[in-house]
Protein backbone atom coordinates (compact mmCIF):
# COMPACT_ATOMS: atom_id res chain seq x y z
CA UNK A 1 0.00 0.00 0.00
CA UNK A 2 2.37 2.54 1.37
CA UNK A 3 4.76 1.36 -1.75
CA UNK A 4 2.42 2.21 -3.73
CA UNK A 5 1.41 5.33 -3.00
CA UNK A 6 5.45 6.68 -2.85
CA UNK A 7 5.35 5.10 -6.27
CA UNK A 8 2.34 7.19 -7.70
CA UNK A 9 3.72 10.26 -5.73
CA UNK A 10 7.49 9.78 -7.34
CA UNK A 11 5.48 9.52 -10.59
CA UNK A 12 3.37 12.82 -9.61
CA UNK A 13 6.75 14.96 -8.62
CA UNK A 14 8.65 13.51 -11.69
CA UNK A 15 5.79 14.53 -14.24
CA UNK A 16 5.55 17.79 -12.69
CA UNK A 17 9.12 17.98 -12.94
CA UNK A 18 9.13 17.40 -16.67
CA UNK A 19 6.31 19.66 -17.47
CA UNK A 20 8.25 21.65 -15.45
CA UNK A 21 11.40 22.17 -17.71
CA UNK A 22 9.68 21.52 -21.09
CA UNK A 23 7.79 24.47 -19.99
CA UNK A 24 11.04 26.32 -19.94
CA UNK A 25 11.65 25.38 -22.75
CA UNK A 26 8.47 26.23 -24.76
CA UNK A 27 8.55 29.12 -22.99
CA UNK A 28 12.11 29.83 -24.08
CA UNK A 29 11.23 29.06 -27.99
CA UNK A 30 8.30 31.22 -27.51
CA UNK A 31 10.30 34.41 -26.50
CA UNK A 32 12.48 33.51 -29.50
CA UNK A 33 9.77 33.86 -32.05
CA UNK A 34 8.16 36.59 -30.18
CA UNK A 35 12.11 38.52 -30.68
CA UNK A 36 12.61 37.23 -34.12
CA UNK A 37 9.27 39.47 -34.78
CA UNK A 38 10.36 42.76 -33.84
CA UNK A 39 13.78 42.03 -34.80
CA UNK A 40 13.94 41.04 -38.12
CA UNK A 41 12.55 44.46 -40.06
CA UNK A 42 15.47 46.10 -38.12
CA UNK A 43 17.73 43.57 -39.39
CA UNK A 44 16.48 43.16 -42.74
CA UNK A 45 16.64 47.58 -42.80
CA UNK A 46 20.30 46.94 -41.67
CA UNK A 47 21.21 44.41 -44.17
CA UNK A 48 19.36 46.75 -47.26
CA UNK A 49 22.32 48.97 -45.75
CA UNK A 50 25.25 47.12 -46.62
CA UNK A 51 23.80 46.04 -49.86
CA UNK A 52 24.54 47.40 -53.38
CA UNK A 53 22.07 48.96 -55.53
CA UNK A 54 21.06 46.26 -57.57
CA UNK A 55 20.79 43.58 -54.15
CA UNK A 56 18.14 45.76 -52.49
CA UNK A 57 15.66 44.41 -55.32
CA UNK A 58 16.27 41.31 -55.79
CA UNK A 59 13.69 38.64 -55.35
CA UNK A 60 13.55 36.46 -54.16
CA UNK A 61 15.35 37.76 -51.00
CA UNK A 62 19.05 38.08 -50.62
CA UNK A 63 20.80 36.93 -47.08
CA UNK A 64 24.10 36.54 -47.88
CA UNK A 65 26.18 36.34 -51.06
CA UNK A 66 26.60 39.91 -52.29
CA UNK A 67 29.36 41.87 -51.70
CA UNK A 68 28.51 43.99 -48.84
CA UNK A 69 29.19 47.92 -49.29
CA UNK A 70 29.64 51.36 -47.32
CA UNK A 71 29.43 53.60 -49.98
CA UNK A 72 25.21 54.42 -48.55
CA UNK A 73 27.03 55.17 -45.28
CA UNK A 74 29.71 57.09 -46.70
CA UNK A 75 26.98 59.43 -48.69
CA UNK A 76 24.71 59.56 -45.58
CA UNK A 77 27.31 60.63 -42.80
CA UNK A 78 30.50 61.60 -45.07
CA UNK A 79 28.77 64.05 -47.30
CA UNK A 80 30.63 61.87 -50.44
CA UNK A 81 28.07 62.40 -53.53
CA UNK A 82 27.86 58.89 -55.52
CA UNK A 83 29.90 60.39 -58.63
CA UNK A 84 32.48 60.97 -55.86
CA UNK A 85 33.13 57.47 -54.74
CA UNK A 86 32.50 56.21 -58.41
CA UNK A 87 35.46 58.71 -59.37
CA UNK A 88 37.64 57.13 -56.77
CA UNK A 89 37.04 53.55 -57.54
CA UNK A 90 36.51 53.46 -61.08
CA UNK A 91 38.26 56.85 -62.31
CA UNK A 92 35.39 57.54 -64.55
CA UNK A 93 31.52 58.55 -63.61
CA UNK A 94 29.25 56.18 -65.11
CA UNK A 95 26.20 56.94 -63.05
CA UNK A 96 24.65 60.04 -62.28
CA UNK A 97 25.14 61.39 -58.84
CA UNK A 98 23.04 61.44 -56.08
CA UNK A 99 21.35 64.33 -55.10
CA UNK A 100 22.22 65.74 -51.65
CA UNK A 101 21.73 63.17 -48.44
CA UNK A 102 24.46 64.34 -46.86
CA UNK A 103 22.13 63.50 -43.27
CA UNK A 104 24.63 64.46 -40.20
CA UNK A 105 22.48 68.04 -39.66
CA UNK A 106 19.50 66.32 -39.90
CA UNK A 107 20.49 63.63 -37.10
CA UNK A 108 21.71 66.87 -34.95
CA UNK A 109 18.17 68.70 -35.18
CA UNK A 110 16.54 65.62 -34.00
CA UNK A 111 19.06 64.53 -31.25
CA UNK A 112 19.10 68.34 -30.07
CA UNK A 113 15.22 68.87 -30.05
CA UNK A 114 14.82 65.56 -28.54
CA UNK A 115 17.63 65.44 -26.00
CA UNK A 116 16.46 69.53 -24.87
CA UNK A 117 12.58 68.87 -25.01
CA UNK A 118 13.22 65.87 -23.05
CA UNK A 119 15.31 67.78 -20.28
CA UNK A 120 12.61 70.44 -19.91
CA UNK A 121 9.30 68.20 -19.79
CA UNK A 122 11.10 66.14 -16.92
CA UNK A 123 11.95 69.04 -14.91
CA UNK A 124 8.52 70.85 -15.49
CA UNK A 125 6.10 67.48 -15.03
CA UNK A 126 8.12 66.75 -11.54
CA UNK A 127 7.31 69.99 -10.24
CA UNK A 128 3.20 69.83 -11.67
CA UNK A 129 3.26 66.20 -10.66
CA UNK A 130 4.41 66.72 -6.89
CA UNK A 131 2.09 70.27 -7.04
CA UNK A 132 -1.20 68.10 -8.10
CA UNK A 133 -0.15 64.94 -5.88
CA UNK A 134 0.31 67.34 -2.47
CA UNK A 135 -1.99 70.10 -2.54
CA UNK A 136 -5.78 70.23 -1.99
CA UNK A 137 -6.62 72.37 -4.92
CA UNK A 138 -10.22 72.66 -6.35
CA UNK A 139 -11.61 70.76 -8.84
CA UNK A 140 -8.52 69.29 -9.45
CA UNK A 141 -10.08 66.10 -11.34
CA UNK A 142 -10.92 68.89 -14.03
CA UNK A 143 -7.44 70.36 -13.92
CA UNK A 144 -5.99 66.70 -14.46
CA UNK A 145 -8.81 65.84 -17.37
CA UNK A 146 -8.00 69.31 -19.50
CA UNK A 147 -4.04 67.89 -19.12
CA UNK A 148 -4.65 64.88 -20.33
CA UNK A 149 -7.23 66.52 -23.21
CA UNK A 150 -4.51 68.81 -24.02
CA UNK A 151 -2.96 65.41 -26.12
CA UNK A 152 -5.78 64.98 -27.50
CA UNK A 153 -5.76 67.49 -30.02
CA UNK A 154 -5.21 66.15 -33.72
CA UNK A 155 -1.64 67.49 -34.56
CA UNK A 156 -3.67 67.65 -38.10
CA UNK A 157 -5.47 70.80 -36.37
CA UNK A 158 -3.11 72.35 -34.42
CA UNK A 159 -0.44 72.73 -37.03
CA UNK A 160 -1.81 75.35 -38.64
CA UNK A 161 -2.45 77.93 -36.23
CA UNK A 162 0.64 76.65 -34.83
CA UNK A 163 2.56 77.83 -38.34
CA UNK A 164 0.93 80.93 -37.89
CA UNK A 165 2.09 81.49 -34.32
CA UNK A 166 5.33 80.81 -35.05
CA UNK A 167 5.44 83.47 -38.06
CA UNK A 168 4.59 86.23 -36.45
CA UNK A 169 7.06 84.82 -33.27
CA UNK A 170 9.94 84.60 -35.68
CA UNK A 171 10.06 80.83 -34.33
CA UNK A 172 9.68 78.67 -38.05
CA UNK A 173 12.27 76.65 -38.94
CA UNK A 174 14.34 77.20 -35.83
CA UNK A 175 15.31 73.89 -33.73
CA UNK A 176 13.58 76.56 -30.64
CA UNK A 177 10.18 75.84 -32.36
CA UNK A 178 10.28 72.74 -32.14
CA UNK A 179 11.58 72.28 -28.72
CA UNK A 180 8.75 74.15 -27.45
CA UNK A 181 6.15 72.10 -29.58
CA UNK A 182 8.05 69.13 -28.40
CA UNK A 183 7.50 70.04 -24.34
CA UNK A 184 3.85 70.58 -25.08
CA UNK A 185 3.53 67.63 -26.79
CA UNK A 186 4.73 65.37 -24.02
CA UNK A 187 4.53 67.28 -20.68
CA UNK A 188 0.66 65.56 -20.43
CA UNK A 189 1.66 62.53 -19.94
CA UNK A 190 4.63 63.20 -18.03
CA UNK A 191 2.76 65.14 -15.80
CA UNK A 192 0.00 62.47 -15.07
CA UNK A 193 3.21 59.74 -14.70
CA UNK A 194 4.92 62.04 -11.98
CA UNK A 195 1.58 62.93 -10.34
CA UNK A 196 0.87 59.32 -9.80
CA UNK A 197 4.25 58.52 -8.75
CA UNK A 198 4.20 61.04 -6.12
CA UNK A 199 1.19 59.69 -4.72
CA UNK A 200 2.90 56.28 -4.12
CA UNK A 201 5.14 58.82 -1.39
CA UNK A 202 3.87 59.02 1.51
CA UNK A 203 3.04 62.34 2.86
CA UNK A 204 4.84 61.85 6.22
CA UNK A 205 7.98 62.17 4.10
CA UNK A 206 7.89 65.64 3.32
CA UNK A 207 5.63 66.68 7.00
CA UNK A 208 8.78 65.25 8.56
CA UNK A 209 11.13 67.21 6.33
CA UNK A 210 9.16 70.02 6.91
CA UNK A 211 8.53 70.01 10.67
CA UNK A 212 12.59 69.79 10.53
CA UNK A 213 12.76 73.40 8.77
CA UNK A 214 13.32 72.19 5.28
CA UNK A 215 11.24 74.89 2.59
CA UNK A 216 8.78 72.75 0.65
CA UNK A 217 11.04 73.21 -2.40
CA UNK A 218 13.82 71.45 0.02
CA UNK A 219 11.15 68.31 0.79
CA UNK A 220 10.64 67.89 -2.70
CA UNK A 221 13.83 67.98 -4.01
CA UNK A 222 15.74 66.08 -0.94
CA UNK A 223 13.02 63.95 -0.22
CA UNK A 224 10.27 63.28 -2.73
CA UNK A 225 12.39 63.36 -5.48
CA UNK A 226 14.59 60.34 -4.18
CA UNK A 227 11.42 58.11 -4.44
CA UNK A 228 10.41 58.68 -7.51
CA UNK A 229 13.66 58.16 -10.09
CA UNK A 230 11.51 55.29 -11.70
CA UNK A 231 8.99 57.99 -12.48
CA UNK A 232 11.70 60.37 -14.10
CA UNK A 233 13.11 57.74 -15.88
CA UNK A 234 10.05 56.58 -17.46
CA UNK A 235 9.05 59.89 -17.99
CA UNK A 236 12.35 60.99 -19.79
CA UNK A 237 12.15 58.28 -22.21
CA UNK A 238 8.67 58.54 -23.41
CA UNK A 239 9.55 62.09 -23.50
CA UNK A 240 12.46 61.11 -25.83
CA UNK A 241 10.83 58.47 -28.00
CA UNK A 242 7.72 60.96 -29.05
CA UNK A 243 9.73 63.69 -29.84
CA UNK A 244 12.17 61.70 -31.57
CA UNK A 245 9.66 59.88 -33.46
CA UNK A 246 8.13 62.99 -34.29
CA UNK A 247 6.75 63.69 -38.06
CA UNK A 248 4.00 65.94 -38.82
CA UNK A 249 4.64 68.97 -36.94
CA UNK A 250 8.70 68.87 -38.18
CA UNK A 251 7.33 68.39 -41.68
CA UNK A 252 5.04 71.58 -41.23
CA UNK A 253 7.27 73.87 -38.88
CA UNK A 254 10.70 73.15 -40.10
CA UNK A 255 12.88 73.37 -42.94
CA UNK A 256 16.24 73.70 -44.32
CA UNK A 257 17.50 75.04 -40.80
CA UNK A 258 16.22 72.45 -38.61
CA UNK A 259 14.60 69.49 -40.67
CA UNK A 260 14.83 66.75 -38.16
CA UNK A 261 15.76 63.30 -39.22
CA UNK A 262 11.81 61.28 -40.16
CA UNK A 263 11.45 64.14 -42.04
CA UNK A 264 14.53 64.05 -44.04
CA UNK A 265 14.47 60.47 -44.50
CA UNK A 266 10.45 61.22 -46.27
CA UNK A 267 12.45 63.62 -49.07
CA UNK A 268 14.59 60.70 -49.71
CA UNK A 269 11.11 59.37 -51.50
CA UNK A 270 11.61 61.31 -55.15
CA UNK A 271 9.48 61.41 -57.67
CA UNK A 272 12.27 59.07 -59.40
CA UNK A 273 11.96 56.91 -56.93
CA UNK A 274 13.05 55.99 -53.64
CA UNK A 275 16.75 56.06 -52.90
CA UNK A 276 16.60 52.82 -50.58
CA UNK A 277 20.29 52.65 -49.85
CA UNK A 278 20.62 55.87 -48.12
CA UNK A 279 17.10 55.49 -46.29
CA UNK A 280 18.37 52.08 -44.78
CA UNK A 281 21.50 54.09 -43.92
CA UNK A 282 20.12 56.67 -42.26
CA UNK A 283 17.37 54.67 -40.50
CA UNK A 284 20.06 52.40 -39.24
CA UNK A 285 22.13 55.10 -38.30
CA UNK A 286 19.56 56.63 -36.58
CA UNK A 287 18.74 53.89 -34.37
CA UNK A 288 22.04 53.93 -32.56
CA UNK A 289 21.37 57.26 -30.07
CA UNK A 290 18.11 56.47 -28.86
CA UNK A 291 19.45 52.70 -28.34
CA UNK A 292 22.36 54.42 -26.73
CA UNK A 293 19.70 56.32 -24.26
CA UNK A 294 17.71 53.14 -23.88
CA UNK A 295 20.22 50.91 -22.78
CA UNK A 296 21.31 53.60 -20.44
CA UNK A 297 17.72 53.87 -18.04
CA UNK A 298 16.36 50.83 -19.60
CA UNK A 299 15.74 48.83 -16.18
CA UNK A 300 13.71 51.96 -15.02
CA UNK A 301 11.65 51.88 -17.60
CA UNK A 302 9.63 49.10 -17.07
CA UNK A 303 9.07 50.30 -13.27
CA UNK A 304 8.49 53.23 -14.50
CA UNK A 305 5.43 52.08 -16.97
CA UNK A 306 3.21 50.88 -13.82
CA UNK A 307 2.49 54.68 -14.37
CA UNK A 308 1.04 54.38 -11.02
CA UNK A 309 -2.07 53.32 -11.99
CA UNK A 310 -2.34 49.98 -9.15
CA UNK A 311 -2.43 52.71 -6.32
CA UNK A 312 -5.46 51.97 -3.97
CA UNK B 1 6.37 86.70 16.24
CA UNK B 2 6.01 85.32 12.55
CA UNK B 3 7.84 82.82 13.15
CA UNK B 4 6.12 81.08 16.15
CA UNK B 5 2.75 81.26 13.76
CA UNK B 6 4.27 79.67 10.68
CA UNK B 7 6.68 77.24 13.15
CA UNK B 8 7.69 74.82 10.26
CA UNK B 9 11.11 77.22 9.59
CA UNK B 10 13.75 76.93 11.37
CA UNK B 11 13.72 80.09 13.96
CA UNK B 12 18.09 80.70 13.29
CA UNK B 13 17.35 81.55 9.77
CA UNK B 14 17.52 84.82 8.20
CA UNK B 15 14.27 86.26 7.31
CA UNK B 16 14.62 87.08 3.88
CA UNK B 17 15.63 83.43 3.22
CA UNK B 18 12.93 82.36 5.13
CA UNK B 19 10.07 84.18 3.07
CA UNK B 20 11.91 82.49 -0.30
CA UNK B 21 11.09 79.41 1.04
CA UNK B 22 7.56 80.83 1.59
CA UNK B 23 6.91 80.60 -2.13
CA UNK B 24 6.76 77.12 -2.50
CA UNK B 25 3.40 76.39 0.29
CA UNK B 26 1.41 77.09 -2.40
CA UNK B 27 0.46 75.44 -5.28
CA UNK B 28 0.64 78.02 -7.97
CA UNK B 29 4.65 77.92 -8.61
CA UNK B 30 4.42 74.02 -8.99
CA UNK B 31 1.88 73.75 -11.69
CA UNK B 32 2.52 77.50 -13.10
CA UNK B 33 5.01 77.13 -15.84
CA UNK B 34 3.36 73.31 -17.30
CA UNK B 35 0.11 74.91 -17.19
CA UNK B 36 0.56 78.37 -19.15
CA UNK B 37 3.10 76.50 -21.37
CA UNK B 38 0.18 74.00 -22.03
CA UNK B 39 -2.24 76.89 -22.31
CA UNK B 40 -0.22 78.34 -24.53
CA UNK B 41 -0.16 75.20 -27.16
CA UNK B 42 -3.71 74.23 -26.67
CA UNK B 43 -5.73 77.44 -25.86
CA UNK B 44 -4.80 79.10 -28.95
CA UNK B 45 -5.04 76.49 -31.59
CA UNK B 46 -8.26 75.54 -30.12
CA UNK B 47 -9.88 78.85 -30.26
CA UNK B 48 -8.19 79.63 -33.56
CA UNK B 49 -10.04 76.33 -34.98
CA UNK B 50 -13.12 76.92 -33.89
CA UNK B 51 -13.01 80.90 -34.94
CA UNK B 52 -11.61 79.73 -38.53
CA UNK B 53 -14.36 77.11 -38.53
CA UNK B 54 -16.80 80.09 -39.81
CA UNK B 55 -14.77 80.90 -42.55
CA UNK B 56 -13.63 79.43 -46.02
CA UNK B 57 -10.36 80.52 -47.76
CA UNK B 58 -11.17 82.17 -51.46
CA UNK B 59 -8.01 80.58 -53.25
CA UNK B 60 -8.49 83.50 -55.89
CA UNK B 61 -8.45 86.30 -53.48
CA UNK B 62 -6.37 84.98 -50.77
CA UNK B 63 -8.99 85.91 -48.04
CA UNK B 64 -11.06 84.42 -45.44
CA UNK B 65 -14.78 85.00 -46.31
CA UNK B 66 -17.10 84.49 -43.54
CA UNK B 67 -19.42 81.33 -43.94
CA UNK B 68 -21.61 81.22 -41.07
CA UNK B 69 -22.06 77.30 -40.08
CA UNK B 70 -21.39 76.04 -43.77
CA UNK B 71 -18.68 74.11 -42.90
CA UNK B 72 -20.51 72.74 -40.22
CA UNK B 73 -23.31 71.81 -42.57
CA UNK B 74 -21.26 70.00 -45.09
CA UNK B 75 -19.23 68.30 -42.12
CA UNK B 76 -22.67 66.21 -42.28
CA UNK B 77 -23.22 65.91 -45.65
CA UNK B 78 -19.86 64.68 -46.76
CA UNK B 79 -19.31 61.11 -47.49
CA UNK B 80 -15.71 61.24 -47.00
CA UNK B 81 -16.00 62.07 -43.66
CA UNK B 82 -18.19 58.89 -43.05
CA UNK B 83 -16.18 56.97 -45.15
CA UNK B 84 -13.10 58.59 -43.02
CA UNK B 85 -14.66 57.95 -40.12
CA UNK B 86 -15.87 54.15 -40.62
CA UNK B 87 -11.79 53.62 -41.65
CA UNK B 88 -10.23 55.32 -38.53
CA UNK B 89 -12.80 53.08 -36.75
CA UNK B 90 -11.25 50.12 -38.14
CA UNK B 91 -8.09 51.17 -37.95
CA UNK B 92 -8.51 52.09 -34.43
CA UNK B 93 -10.25 48.78 -33.42
CA UNK B 94 -8.04 46.46 -35.16
CA UNK B 95 -4.89 47.93 -34.12
CA UNK B 96 -5.86 48.18 -30.72
CA UNK B 97 -7.29 44.76 -30.24
CA UNK B 98 -4.53 43.59 -31.85
CA UNK B 99 -1.82 45.36 -30.21
CA UNK B 100 -3.53 44.87 -26.53
CA UNK B 101 -4.08 40.82 -26.90
CA UNK B 102 -0.58 39.93 -28.49
CA UNK B 103 1.20 42.87 -25.62
CA UNK B 104 -0.54 40.79 -22.62
CA UNK B 105 0.65 37.69 -24.00
CA UNK B 106 4.17 38.58 -24.29
CA UNK B 107 3.81 40.32 -21.24
CA UNK B 108 2.34 37.29 -19.38
CA UNK B 109 5.44 34.98 -20.75
CA UNK B 110 7.73 37.35 -19.92
CA UNK B 111 6.29 37.56 -15.98
CA UNK B 112 7.36 33.87 -16.43
CA UNK B 113 10.84 34.96 -16.34
CA UNK B 114 12.29 32.97 -19.25
CA UNK B 115 15.91 32.41 -19.82
CA UNK B 116 17.67 35.18 -21.14
CA UNK B 117 14.58 37.48 -20.49
CA UNK B 118 16.66 40.89 -19.80
CA UNK B 119 17.64 40.32 -23.57
CA UNK B 120 14.26 39.78 -25.05
CA UNK B 121 12.97 42.52 -23.26
CA UNK B 122 15.47 44.94 -24.49
CA UNK B 123 15.05 43.79 -27.93
CA UNK B 124 11.64 44.46 -27.77
CA UNK B 125 12.20 48.55 -26.83
CA UNK B 126 13.75 48.67 -30.35
CA UNK B 127 10.86 49.15 -32.67
CA UNK B 128 9.24 51.63 -30.34
CA UNK B 129 12.57 53.89 -31.34
CA UNK B 130 12.77 54.11 -34.51
CA UNK B 131 10.14 56.97 -35.92
CA UNK B 132 6.92 56.13 -37.19
CA UNK B 133 7.80 57.92 -40.55
CA UNK B 134 11.32 55.76 -41.19
CA UNK B 135 9.23 52.23 -40.17
CA UNK B 136 6.52 53.21 -42.43
CA UNK B 137 9.04 53.23 -45.50
CA UNK B 138 10.38 50.48 -44.14
CA UNK B 139 7.33 48.58 -44.29
CA UNK B 140 7.52 50.08 -47.73
CA UNK B 141 10.39 47.92 -48.92
CA UNK B 142 9.21 45.44 -47.36
CA UNK B 143 5.79 45.39 -48.75
CA UNK B 144 6.37 46.23 -52.44
CA UNK B 145 4.77 43.86 -54.44
CA UNK B 146 7.59 42.90 -56.58
CA UNK B 147 11.38 42.75 -54.19
CA UNK B 148 9.47 43.08 -50.69
CA UNK B 149 10.76 40.49 -48.48
CA UNK B 150 6.99 40.33 -46.40
CA UNK B 151 5.88 40.25 -49.89
CA UNK B 152 8.08 37.32 -51.42
CA UNK B 153 7.08 34.42 -47.98
CA UNK B 154 3.30 35.91 -48.16
CA UNK B 155 3.05 34.88 -51.54
CA UNK B 156 5.00 31.61 -50.89
CA UNK B 157 2.23 30.90 -48.08
CA UNK B 158 -0.40 31.69 -50.08
CA UNK B 159 -1.69 34.54 -48.07
CA UNK B 160 -1.40 36.90 -50.41
CA UNK B 161 -1.46 37.12 -54.45
CA UNK B 162 0.76 39.31 -56.96
CA UNK B 163 -1.99 40.28 -58.43
CA UNK B 164 -3.70 41.79 -55.05
CA UNK B 165 -0.80 42.74 -52.90
CA UNK B 166 -0.28 44.57 -49.58
CA UNK B 167 -0.24 48.23 -51.50
CA UNK B 168 -2.10 48.60 -54.84
CA UNK B 169 -4.13 46.53 -56.53
CA UNK B 170 -7.65 47.21 -55.52
CA UNK B 171 -6.81 47.95 -52.21
CA UNK B 172 -8.45 44.37 -50.23
CA UNK B 173 -5.00 43.99 -47.92
CA UNK B 174 -4.19 47.89 -47.64
CA UNK B 175 -5.33 47.54 -44.21
CA UNK B 176 -3.59 45.05 -43.32
CA UNK B 177 -0.73 47.11 -44.69
CA UNK B 178 -1.15 50.25 -42.61
CA UNK B 179 -2.13 47.95 -39.75
CA UNK B 180 1.60 45.67 -40.01
CA UNK B 181 3.58 48.57 -39.29
CA UNK B 182 1.59 50.28 -36.04
CA UNK B 183 1.42 46.63 -34.63
CA UNK B 184 4.87 45.71 -34.54
CA UNK B 185 5.92 49.06 -33.39
CA UNK B 186 3.43 49.93 -30.69
CA UNK B 187 2.80 46.14 -29.52
CA UNK B 188 5.80 46.61 -27.36
CA UNK B 189 4.84 49.38 -26.00
CA UNK B 190 1.43 47.41 -24.52
CA UNK B 191 3.42 44.68 -23.44
CA UNK B 192 6.02 46.68 -21.56
CA UNK B 193 3.40 48.69 -19.64
CA UNK B 194 1.41 45.36 -18.81
CA UNK B 195 4.47 43.44 -18.13
CA UNK B 196 5.12 46.52 -15.36
CA UNK B 197 1.76 46.02 -14.21
CA UNK B 198 2.02 42.27 -13.50
CA UNK B 199 5.35 42.87 -11.84
CA UNK B 200 3.54 45.36 -8.96
CA UNK B 201 1.22 42.69 -7.82
CA UNK B 202 1.26 41.98 -5.12
CA UNK B 203 2.27 38.29 -3.91
CA UNK B 204 -0.39 37.42 -1.27
CA UNK B 205 -3.99 37.32 -3.12
CA UNK B 206 -1.82 34.84 -5.38
CA UNK B 207 -0.90 32.41 -2.62
CA UNK B 208 -4.18 32.60 -1.22
CA UNK B 209 -5.51 31.41 -4.44
CA UNK B 210 -3.51 28.35 -4.73
CA UNK B 211 -3.64 27.13 -1.69
CA UNK B 212 -7.76 26.95 -2.17
CA UNK B 213 -6.48 25.27 -5.21
CA UNK B 214 -7.50 27.90 -8.08
CA UNK B 215 -6.46 27.11 -11.33
CA UNK B 216 -4.05 28.74 -13.74
CA UNK B 217 -7.12 30.46 -15.60
CA UNK B 218 -9.25 31.50 -12.20
CA UNK B 219 -6.31 32.78 -10.81
CA UNK B 220 -5.99 34.94 -14.10
CA UNK B 221 -9.51 36.05 -14.66
CA UNK B 222 -10.21 36.57 -11.02
CA UNK B 223 -6.95 38.10 -10.04
CA UNK B 224 -4.69 39.18 -12.82
CA UNK B 225 -7.15 40.58 -14.64
CA UNK B 226 -9.55 42.69 -12.09
CA UNK B 227 -6.18 44.09 -10.80
CA UNK B 228 -4.50 44.76 -13.69
CA UNK B 229 -7.35 47.23 -14.88
CA UNK B 230 -6.33 50.71 -14.40
CA UNK B 231 -2.85 50.33 -15.96
CA UNK B 232 -5.19 48.62 -19.25
CA UNK B 233 -7.44 51.29 -18.97
CA UNK B 234 -4.53 53.93 -19.11
CA UNK B 235 -2.55 52.06 -21.80
CA UNK B 236 -5.65 51.54 -23.49
CA UNK B 237 -6.33 55.58 -23.53
CA UNK B 238 -3.39 56.17 -24.92
CA UNK B 239 -2.72 54.19 -27.69
CA UNK B 240 -5.90 54.70 -28.57
CA UNK B 241 -5.43 58.53 -28.88
CA UNK B 242 -2.18 57.40 -30.88
CA UNK B 243 -4.13 55.31 -33.15
CA UNK B 244 -6.34 58.17 -33.52
CA UNK B 245 -4.41 61.23 -34.48
CA UNK B 246 -0.40 59.48 -35.61
CA UNK B 247 -2.06 57.02 -38.19
CA UNK B 248 -0.99 59.64 -40.47
CA UNK B 249 2.45 58.94 -40.27
CA UNK B 250 1.86 55.38 -41.97
CA UNK B 251 -0.69 56.76 -44.20
CA UNK B 252 0.76 59.41 -45.20
CA UNK B 253 3.66 57.55 -46.63
CA UNK B 254 2.62 54.02 -47.79
CA UNK B 255 -0.60 54.64 -48.90
CA UNK B 256 -1.56 57.97 -49.43
CA UNK B 257 -5.31 57.45 -48.33
CA UNK B 258 -5.62 55.16 -51.34
CA UNK B 259 -5.91 52.86 -53.26
CA UNK B 260 -9.50 54.75 -53.64
CA UNK B 261 -10.01 55.87 -50.36
CA UNK B 262 -9.92 52.38 -48.55
CA UNK B 263 -7.20 53.41 -46.18
CA UNK B 264 -8.42 57.16 -45.58
CA UNK B 265 -8.48 58.12 -41.94
CA UNK B 266 -9.97 61.26 -40.84
CA UNK B 267 -5.91 62.29 -39.68
CA UNK B 268 -5.28 61.68 -43.34
CA UNK B 269 -8.60 63.55 -44.98
CA UNK B 270 -7.85 66.54 -42.59
CA UNK B 271 -4.94 67.07 -43.94
CA UNK B 272 -5.91 66.75 -47.69
CA UNK B 273 -8.39 69.54 -46.70
CA UNK B 274 -5.90 71.87 -45.09
CA UNK B 275 -3.42 71.48 -46.92
CA UNK B 276 -3.86 70.20 -50.26
CA UNK B 277 -7.38 71.65 -51.02
CA UNK B 278 -6.53 74.66 -48.54
CA UNK B 279 -9.91 74.64 -47.57
CA UNK B 280 -8.59 75.75 -43.91
CA UNK B 281 -12.03 76.59 -42.46
CA UNK B 282 -13.46 72.70 -42.61
CA UNK B 283 -10.20 71.41 -42.08
CA UNK B 284 -10.60 73.33 -38.68
CA UNK B 285 -13.56 71.85 -38.63
CA UNK B 286 -12.24 68.23 -39.20
CA UNK B 287 -9.86 68.92 -36.46
CA UNK B 288 -12.14 70.29 -34.35
CA UNK B 289 -14.75 66.73 -34.52
CA UNK B 290 -11.68 64.59 -34.00
CA UNK B 291 -11.24 66.18 -30.70
CA UNK B 292 -14.77 65.99 -30.26
CA UNK B 293 -14.64 62.38 -30.20
CA UNK B 294 -11.73 61.76 -28.26
CA UNK B 295 -12.43 63.91 -25.47
CA UNK B 296 -16.14 62.01 -25.41
CA UNK B 297 -14.01 58.69 -26.38
CA UNK B 298 -11.70 59.66 -22.91
CA UNK B 299 -14.72 60.85 -20.90
CA UNK B 300 -16.58 57.35 -20.78
CA UNK B 301 -13.17 55.22 -20.13
CA UNK B 302 -12.52 57.16 -17.39
CA UNK B 303 -16.45 57.34 -16.04
CA UNK B 304 -17.12 53.49 -17.25
CA UNK B 305 -14.00 52.11 -15.34
CA UNK B 306 -14.04 54.97 -12.70
CA UNK B 307 -10.55 55.85 -12.90
CA UNK B 308 -9.10 57.80 -9.98
CA UNK B 309 -6.11 60.34 -11.04
Request: aromatic letters at 16%.
Amino acid sequence: MVAIASAAYKNGVNAIRKRFRLGRVLMFLGSCIVTLFFLFPIYWWFLSSLKPFGEIFHSPPVYTGFEPTLSWYRTVLLGESYVTQEIQSTGAVTGEGGGSYYSVPFLMNSIIAALVSTLIVTVLAAMAGYGLSRFNIRGKVHIVFWILSTRMMPPVAVAIPLYLMYQSAGLLDTRLGLILIYVAMNLPLGVLLMKSFFDDVPRDFDDAALVDGATRFQAFRMVALRYVWAGLAATAILAFIFAWNEFLFALVLSGDHSRTMPVAASTFVTSYGTEWGYLAALGSTAMIPTLLFILFVQHHLVRGLTLGGLRE
Amino acid sequence: MSRAVTGRHSPDKPSHLRRAGEIWDGPTPWLILAVLWLAAFSIFPFLFAVYRSFFTFNIQSGKFVPAGLENWVMLFEDPRVWNALAVTLKYVSLGLGIELVLGFGIALLYNQDPIGVGFFRTAMVLPMVVPPAVVALMFQLMEHDSFGVISYYAYKLGLLTPQEPFLGGEGKHAMAAILLPDVWQWTPFMALIILAGLRSLPRHPFEAAMVDGANAWQRFRYLTLPMLMPVLVIAVLFRVIDLFNKSFDYVYILTAGGPGRRTEVLSYYDWLATFQYTNWGYGSVLGLFMLVIMVVFGNVLIRVFQLRW
